[in-house]
């Protein structure tokens, strides 16, 4: 994968790459399936559950490669996938009329000798995110599973940064009294 810039967490498609997909490049098409499939499937896992996740991910690439003419080029090509991803994912919540349980894969930061312990944490976690608005769960997925700055979660999401920050606040806050009153 050619990277345009030096970007610390996910190396940025090239222009070249992109402007090449646009004209129906196949392979290109295909570098930017297989550069950002894995987190546009880990973002669809974390929005709306495993099961759902493959067919959400695939209905992303779909939309994506037939507009993408309509890629202005003013944001980096993974923001704006990123906003098509969580579109597709609040969509899909919105058409939900009853919430499932939902398979969050939590990767530990710290191993645990008790692993039932470990086990009861991210149940605790899985259940307080299906309960949080899905507006609220998207940032904080797109902050805390992704790693997007502020300013790629106001790009990918449409809305000012000022209110990513006072929206992911107010996510912390219920996922926190969630947690703590469970």
């Known amino acids: ?27 290109a098409l295909r570098e930017i399936y297989e550069a950002t499939s894995d987190r546009v499937f880990r973002l669809m896992v974390r929005m709306v559950g495993q099961q759902d996740a493959d067919d959400l991910t695939q209905q992303t690439f779909v939309r994506a490669f037939t507009k993408l003419d309509q890629f202005s080029g003013e944001s980096k090509f993974e923001t704006w996938l990123y906003r098509l991803a969580t579109n597709e994912a609040l969509q899909h919540l919105r058409r939900e009329k009853h919430r499932r349980t939902k398979e969050l894969v939590v990767e530990p930061t710290v191993r645990h000798a008790d692993h039932v312990d470990q086990d009861e944490r ?7 995110l299906d309960q949080l608005d ?10 805390e599973e992704s790693g997007l ?9 449409g809305i000012p940064e000022g209110t990513v920050g006072s929206r992911l606040n107010r996510a912390r806050r219920e996922l926190r009294k969630l947690i703590n009153g469970s």
């Open 1 to 27: 994968m050619e990277s345009s810039d030096d970007h610390p967490v996910h190396a940025s498609l090239s222009r070249r790459v992109v402007q090449s997909a646009t004209r129906g490049d196949r392979a």
């Open 122 to 128: 991210a149940a605790m976690v899985r259940t307080a």
């Open 134 to 143: 899905s507006e609220l769960r998207a940032i904080f997925t797109l902050k």
């Open 149 to 157: 700055s502020y300013q790629e979660i106001a790009a990918t999401l």
